[in-house]
């Protein structure tokens, strides 16, 4: 599930502020990275179903294994993971509507944090 238009898809954000506010909010980068893109995920777990909130983004300058990378946001996805094949994103998977609801409030959260280190 796509959530378009939160206000954080094209944003560019340099990599360690972005680190320090994906972690603020729960999501976690951990090994998700090549030198071009990151992936920030948040787990949740619902009456026995895991599912990610993921946030992507790649360089549009820098390296990510630098010390400095300018990070440009992909539309964040919600997946719902399946045992032993990984996460899947489509749109006949089912997400309950209290999890859809608290997603777009973390990524409201997000965006508005975001726009304060802009300025």
Not at 43 to 50: E, S
Not at 85 to 91: A, D, P
Request: net charge negative; hydrophobic share 35%; glycine share 6%.
């Amino acid at each position: 599930m796509k959530f378009e238009n939160t206000g954080i898809e094209n944003q560019t954000v340099e990599l360690s502020r972005l680190d320090d506010v994906m972690e603020h909010f729960g999501f976690v980068r951990a090994s998700q990275w090549d030198y071009e893109r990151v992936t920030y995920d948040r787990k949740f777990q619902i009456k026995g179903d895991t599912f990610y909130l993921r946030v992507q983004g790649y360089a549009v300058e820098g390296d990510v294994d630098s010390r400095y990378a300018l990070i440009k946001l992909l539309t964040p996805i919600l997946g719902k993971y399946y045992y032993p094949h990984g996460v899947e994103y489509g749109e006949d998977e089912h997400f309950p509507s209290s999890l859809v609801s608290q997603c777009q409030t973390i990524l409201a959260q997000v965006k508005a944090e975001l726009d304060k280190i802009q300025d």
